[in-house]
């Protein structure tokens, strides 16, 4: 959808900044804020850009550079660090061939670190987009991979 | 300070203090004498407490408290020093110096710097952290044309952003990131891409050396100053109070002063950057004097006695009336009071005028027939606080940007403000209400206005009976005569909706206080003068003026427009508006200026416009033109060319050549303003003081030495005045309003006339007892709206509107020899509605044809919904597109002014 | 032996979250229809004398928040705010509630709201629940078509709207001064307070701002009366609390209980003991902004006040265990770690302070057995002077950690 669309459905009321942002990064396939929607969201609510683009950059869920389709937010806040999230982390960048931080060369998949995610009780723990994984090994966490990869496919 | 102020006694490290209640502690604190630091922290804008230098102790709080964050109380006891405190201080200023580059190269004022050196730390074996600067991944934005931004440096202190937001209202800056990392972005993180306009309020307000001008940089050293100057900008009619900084006989920076009116600190772009044209090459530095086509440089008294001896001999010839002077806005009232009284006593004619005539001259002479005064009522402070704002033809953010963050603060704290403009500005973002009428309807809209105050009974019926002249009777004659402009009908004239007309009407009448403010827009018609009329039976009718916050204001655009007319710069008047005609004034001022009472003429003179006219028809033989350049300004300027053609001589006195020197024959190299002491006159009455910084170029004088000389080679010299002072004290003889005022004075600071006597304070607010006509009260003018002559049809379909950008200045004489104000923009193009130009098949960038029923010319088009369709806008400030070629000289028969707002013309795509 | 004592967490697990009739059978709606019959003030008082104090963190009473907020005047709406940022590392237990008995938290907004006056309501939610958000949306819209929410509620004069708003990756905007910048549109930086929300808050009107978990304890109070929320805990913190014990235990998750029962109870009884089965190494009481204590502080009483008396805290309840195999240096690297990814950078003290703190945990790895004392005896220093300067609660938090981890495990460190 075009940012300009999709902002028309906000109020035009600074605390909906926040929705908009996720709605309009959430509607990119590459999961980021293009500088259109940045300066659409701008002008729905009247604000100079670099309001926006201020906002934009404090809050870790927002990316102002393209990413995967898929983003791994592999927690790594102290009760995950302490059950193992370092093994997952190498893991993960072994698996898909980035470091932390990098997108896979075919846009699937991004590696973030994140803070705590409140499941510590399934530590260590990470979220793909939505979907919530816990309890990992390296095990897991390659058959995880590989059941996105194929689902991907199948959508192709 | 207010008396009504509660005091409460408070202890400072054991020392006994009277504050005002409320009042902020940081501040109580230094002023008593206790150097509490600080970095975060600035008497503009609101506590952040973010450096947490300022921390005290307060007994009854827990722990260290920042002191910018307190209001004074009864009996609060503070400890400011204690060594748990010194020591908190140093530690956070070792934390600054982990990610601060603290280099200094000596170009900039740098507070932090300060401190380190106070608290020992610009020895490395006193700091405690290693400096990790370089490893944090800060990047310098230099891509604005005016500063640079190196995050290295930033403290992030808060300062940039709440002076760009609180003080100036634009709110262009934020930080970006978290935590550490942090760092200030303009508009998407690209400076000179965002919508910076290059105020500069960040850069005074910084710290450190994070944001630093850029102009000069590379030449400043701020210990090798020759001297720093106050004076006043050189550019609008608000008066900004400036400091130059000179170095090596150039100026190097202007900054804003701090504490006082009228902009207690704040500059505009180009009162910050404007100055770089005083010392461009092209400055003239000998007189020229045109010898077969060609201008050869001559000395002084070849080019004066040259002059002397052509005028004398045209005035023998034709009479005195056959000369004519144009004064300058730009020059001070001691050039122009010499020079009205060069014109009157030399050439002995009331020939004079100048470009006043093409700007306000519509607003005072009503205001003058009205009220009697031909200056804005108000303190520029009121713009903030007044209740309800109108503004009617005033583009304020671009063209009196600091008058624009009094209405920003003030829109802030719930102001309502109303616009009436026919085009998009960017006050309409503030406005409570946009009124959007077609070019020429204003009367009509006026009287609507008035029309609908009068039916909903928003009348001040007291203030009618007791301060308009013939009362309720004269307001019924109004009544009468509004009583056909109902809402519907003044809807369909000029396309404003019904719902606007009664809001604004609302809005103005029944606030408590409400203000005008009103430009070009109204002043600039052929019904210019009727226009302010109806302007000011509204405000009558509402009682809207002679309390303090409301009246009316014609911001004045040239930085000495405003002393000109009032030091006597003008056909119709002697100094202080008292009319030529006036018998006993002139023989009063004959006494003063030792000349025969009869030697001066009592037949009012033509104005600017007529006198281009009256050169063009034969009539004016001769002119004396200082700091004016008619060839861009005047309207019909294929007329004015010929004009200026068929005189016999005319001398031109300025500091560039301009588009009107090649019409010269003798070219006399003039002083700008940095380079003579003297004084000019604001929008809201201020004297100010104008102090010199720097030598004249080449052989070129301070323009009333010119003037001072040449009337002595023609025979009638004037007094051996030893200084610009002396002057100001016969002027202040001369001109009762500033009969009080002197250049000792001025020193403690500027002065709003009426300031009649020396123990007179001046008058910040006037009408407040009475107005200034003959009966003390205000006049009603009941006006018709007539439709304009100029008419667009079938050949030239489209109405163009001319006005100015914020970063040229009139004929950018000035502006575009300055780099920073060229980087900004450096372009004519005109203004055109997406559906007028998709008619032509015009599109951005396109080239364009320009073409009225006076002449043609070229620029560029750019599409924009800021214009109604059917109207276009140009700026008129680029020689490579003349607007005035197409503008006409039709005058509003009592001022005399141009309608450069309405000129019909055709545009098609080259 | 103790057992859970699930009376906020009651429904959980029993009722199909998503049906608000399932709800109402349960009991639900009940308080509000009982509170909304009687005055608003008698609403703050009972509250009041519960001695329910705030559970997200600080324990401040509710009572006191709950007065100001309804006895402050507004010429405009006044706001209740849930904080369902929940960011501190080890807790969980908003989730639960949200997710598993998101009506719970409606009610107990509603019946805040009518006790202060206020007409809109938030809940600011952290981005990454989504399932939280989607649980509660659906709870708002059926409790607004049952007239739980709305226009006139239940018949009475009184109205309510109630909407939820996501955060975006930000701990410190679990902070309540942070929370309303952010609610406004704006980055995370904390405010100076005074003024307290109750005085000026969102949008500069009087707020309230509760966690999930108090606001959830409403309704049980308002049922059963503050007498019955007092008969249970502490005399200084009254009623139940939900633990979230995580880290090396045979069962880590939410545990609802009494205040005031021992830590080893809660490790030992509710979550199956340690994992290895031995001794555990240290304990992080309350998340990040938490401390340590040692295994000879196995009978701490969990109360807020009594942990403070010690030098420890209870902070949002979140109990993470080491094991007795753990290293403690990358334990408290990635907390200090987390503060300084999570400072906003505002004040000078945490900015930087923050980063020094982890660039100087990171020594401690190679760092001989007596230099590690000296580093932690440095990071013990700068941590004090942060604690003193610091604007807001997350530059006086690193203190925690590296305070009680000097002070019980020292040598420890020193050796591993």
């Known amino acids: ?29 590459q999961n980021y804020l293009t500088s259109e929607s940045l300066k659409a969201a701008a002008g729905h609510l009247n604000v100079n850009l670099s309001w926006v683009y201020g906002v934009a950059g404090y809050y870790s869920m927002f990316s102002l550079e393209p990413r995967g389709r898929y983003i791994i937010r592999i927690c790594n806040s102290p009760v995950c660090s302490l059950m193992g999230s370092g093994t997952m982390i190498e893991t993960l960048e072994s698996i898909l061939g980035i470091d932390q931080g990098e997108t896979t060369p075919d846009g699937l998949f991004t590696i973030e670190e994140s803070e705590c995610l409140g499941i510590c009780e399934v530590a260590p723990a990470m979220m793909i987009n939505r979907e919530v994984y816990g309890n990992l090994n390296p095990e897991r966490i390659a058959e995880i991979v590989d059941d996105i990869r194929n689902r991907q496919k199948q959508k192709q | 300070m207010n008396a009504k102020e509660t005091m409460v006694t408070i202890t400072i490290d054991e020392k006994t203090i009277q504050a005002p209640s409320g009042a902020n502690l940081l501040e109580v604190a230094r002023t008593n004498g206790f150097a509490v630091p600080g970095l975060c922290y600035h008497r503009k804008l609101t506590p952040t407490g973010a450096c947490r230098l300022c921390l005290v102790k307060i007994e009854g709080m827990r722990g260290l408290v920042t002191s910018c964050t307190v209001k004074v109380t009864e009996g609060m006891k503070v400890t400011a020093f204690d060594d748990e405190i010194e020591n908190t201080r140093r530690l956070l200023l070792n934390y600054l110096l982990y990610e601060h580059n603290d280099t200094y190269d000596g170009t900039y004022p740098d507070e932090m710097r300060e401190l380190i050196i106070r608290y020992g730390l610009d020895k490395p074996e006193n700091r405690y952290f290693p400096s990790v600067w370089q490893t944090l991944p800060f990047e310098k934005d230099d891509t604005s044309p005016v500063l640079t931004y190196d995050p290295a440096k930033c403290i992030k202190c808060f300062r940039c952003i709440k002076a760009c937001d609180e003080v100036q209202g634009k709110n262009v800056l934020s930080f970006t990131e978290r935590g550490i990392k942090s760092f200030i972005i303009a508009g998407t993180g690209v400076w000179g891409e965002s919508e910076c306009d290059g105020c500069g309020e960040c850069i005074q307000l910084c710290p450190t050396g994070a944001i630093v001008e850029k102009p000069y940089r590379d030449v400043i050293e701020l210990d090798k100053l020759e001297r720093t100057v106050i004076t006043t900008c050189p550019y609008c009619g608000v008066g900004c109070q400036i400091e130059l900084l000179v170095q090596d006989g150039k100026i190097v920076r202007s900054n804003g002063v701090e504490g006082v009116s009228p902009n207690d600190g704040r500059l505009c772009v180009k009162g910050r950057f404007g100055y770089e044209f005083v010392h461009s090459h092209d400055r003239l530095t000998k007189p020229l004097i045109k010898r077969n086509g060609r201008f050869e440089e001559a000395s002084w008294d070849e080019a004066l006695n040259l002059i002397a001896g052509r005028f004398t001999a045209i005035r023998e010839k034709y009479g005195s009336d056959a000369l004519a002077g144009y004064a300058s806005a730009k020059c001070t009232n001691e050039d122009n009071y010499l020079f009205q009284k060069f014109i009157r006593t030399v050439f002995g004619t009331n020939n004079i005028d100048y470009c006043t005539r093409l700007c306000h001259a519509s607003t005072v002479t009503a205001m003058l027939k009205a009220i009697g005064d031909g200056a804005g009522s108000n303190p520029i402070e009121d713009f903030e606080t007044v209740d309800c704002l109108f503004v009617t033809g005033n583009n304020i953010i671009d063209t009196h940007p600091i008058t624009a963050t009094y209405v920003k ?92 007309l009664e809001l604004a009407a609302e809005l103005y009448a029944t606030s408590s206080t409400s203000m005008i403010a009103t430009g070009m827009g109204l002043s600039q018609q052929v019904t210019g003068t009727h226009n302010v009329f109806c302007l000011i039976n509204m405000m009558l009718i509402t009682g809207q003026v002679g309390r303090e916050r409301c009246g009316i204001n014609p911001p004045r655009g040239q930085n000495n427009v405003q002393g000109a007319t009032d030091v006597g710069c003008s056909p119709a008047n002697y100094p202080g508006y008292i009319p030529v005609l006036n018998d006993e004034n002139r023989r009063k001022v004959a006494g003063i200026w030792g000349v025969p009472y009869d030697s001066l003429s009592a037949r009012p003179g033509l104005t600017t416009v007529e006198i281009m006219q009256a050169a063009y028809d034969g009539r004016i033989k001769a002119m004396y033109i200082m700091g004016e350049n008619p060839m861009i300004s005047d309207p019909n300027l294929n007329h004015t060319e010929e004009a200026l053609k068929k005189m016999e001589f005319v001398v031109v006195q300025d500091i560039f050549h301009t588009e009107t020197t090649p019409f010269a024959d003798v070219i006399l190299p003039a002083s700008s303003w940095a380079e003579k002491e003297g004084t000019f006159v604001n929008s809201d009455r201020r004297v100010l003081r104008v102090r010199k910084a720097v030598e004249c170029p080449g052989e070129a004088r301070e323009d009333w030495k010119i003037i001072h000389e040449l009337a002595k080679r023609m025979g009638k010299p004037m007094p051996g005045y030893r200084n610009e002072a002396e002057i100001f004290d016969e002027l202040a003889k001369v001109t009762p309003i500033m009969g009080g005022i002197s250049f000792e004075r001025l020193e403690k600071g500027s002065i709003q006339w009426p300031c009649p006597s020396p123990g007179h304070p001046g008058t910040p607010t006037l009408y407040l007892e009475n107005f200034n006509t003959q009966t003390g009260r205000g006049k009603l003018f009941p006006v018709e709206y007539s439709p304009q002559n100029e008419k667009v049809d079938g050949e030239y379909p489209l109405m163009l509107n001319s006005g100015r950008l914020l970063y040229h200045y009139h004929t950018a004489t000035m502006t575009r020899r300055t780099k920073a104000l060229r980087d900004f923009v450096d372009e004519a193009f005109v203004l055109m509605h997406p559906n007028d130009a998709a008619r032509q098949m015009i599109t951005e960038g396109s080239k364009v044809r320009l073409e009225s029923r006076r002449g043609v010319i070229e620029t560029v088009a750019r599409i924009s919904e800021e214009v109604l369709e059917g109207e276009v806008f140009m700026p008129w400030h680029f020689t490579e597109s003349q607007v005035n070629r197409l503008t006409r000289d039709e005058l509003d028969p009592y001022s005399k002014i141009a309608p450069f707002k309405l000129s019909a013309v055709r545009v098609t795509r080259i | 032996m103790i057992s859970e004592n699930r009376i ?16 109402i059978a349960a009991g639900g709606y009940g308080a509000l229809a009982k509170a ?48 369902a940022d929940e960011g501190e590392p080890g807790t969980f237990k908003d989730r639960e509630i949200m997710e598993n008995d998101p009506h719970l938290l409606v009610e107990g907004m509603v019946i805040a709201a009518y006790g202060i006056g206020a007409g809109k309501g938030f809940i600011y939610v952290r981005g990454e629940y989504y399932r939280s958000i989607e649980m509660l949306q659906k709870a708002i819209n059926q409790a607004k078509e049952k007239n739980f929410l ?3 509620i239940l018949g009475s004069r009184f109205s309510f709207d109630l909407e939820i708003m996501p955060g975006a990756g930000s701990y410190l905007c679990g902070e309540e001064l942070t929370l309303l910048e952010s609610l406004e549109g704006k980055r995370g930086y904390p405010r100076i307070k005074p003024p307290f929300p109750a005085e000026k808050g969102l949008w500069g009107e009087p707020t309230l701002v509760n966690n999930v978990e108090t606001l959830a304890s409403l309704p049980s109070i308002i049922s059963h009366g503050a007498g019955w929320y007092r008969s249970r805990g502490t005399e200084k913190t009254p009623g139940t609390k939900i633990f979230t014990i995580s880290g090396d235990v045979k069962k880590p998750g939410c545990y609802e209980t009494d205040a005031g029962v021992k830590l080893r109870d809660l490790i030992d009884d509710l979550a199956g003991g340690t994992a290895d089965g031995k001794p555990w190494k240290a304990v992080l009481l309350g998340g990040a902004a938490g401390t340590f204590v040692p295994h000879g502080w196995s009978d701490a009483t969990m109360c807020y006040d009594e942990l403070r008396e010690r030098g420890a805290t209870l902070g949002s309840g979140a109990v993470i265990v080491v094991g007795s195999r753990r290293k403690l240096i990358p334990f408290i690297q990635n907390i200090l770690k987390f503060f300084r990814h999570e400072s906003c950078g505002k004040c000078v003290p945490c900015r930087i302070g923050t980063s020094y703190l982890h660039a100087q945990s990171l020594l401690l790895d190679k760092a001989g057995a007596e230099e590690r004392k000296a580093i932690l005896n440095d990071m013990l220093d700068n941590s004090r002077q942060m604690a003193k300067s610091s604007l807001c609660p997350l530059g006086q938090s690193p203190i925690l950690p590296v305070e009680s981890l000097h002070r019980h495990f020292m040598e420890t460190v020193a050796v591993e």
């Open chain 1, 1 to 29: 959808m075009d940012p300009t669309e999709i902002v028309a459905g906000f109020r035009r009321d600074k605390s909906d900044l926040l929705p908009m942002l996720h709605a309009l990064q959430d509607s990119h396939p």
């Open chain 3, 36 to 83: 909304i019959r009687e005055k608003p003030e008698m609403v703050v008082e009972e509250i009041a004398d519960s001695g329910l104090r705030g559970r997200g963190g600080a324990g401040f009473p509710t009572g006191i928040k709950k007065k100001a907020a309804a006895g402050a005047t507004t010429a405009g709406i006044k706001y209740v705010v849930c904080n």
């Open chain 3, 8 to 23: 906020i967490l009651k429904n959980a697990g029993h009722i199909n979250p998503a049906s608000i009739d399932d709800y």
């Open chain 2, 409 to 500: 603060r003030g829109a802030a704290k719930g102001q309502k403000i109303i616009v009436v403009d026919p085009r998009w500005t960017p006050l309409v973002r503030y406005a409570t209400v946009w009124l959007q009428p077609k070019l020429g309807t204003d009367v009509a809209l006026l009287n609507g206005l008035c029309h609908i105050i009068i039916k909903n009974g928003w009348v001040n019926r007291k203030f009618i009976e007791e301060r308009v002249e013939g009362g309720i009777e004269a307001f019924s004659q109004l009544e009468e005569l509004v009583s056909s402009y109902t809402p519907d009908e003044v809807a369909s004239i000029t396309g404003v909706p019904e719902e606007k």
């Open chain 3, 150 to 152: 709305g226009n006139e």
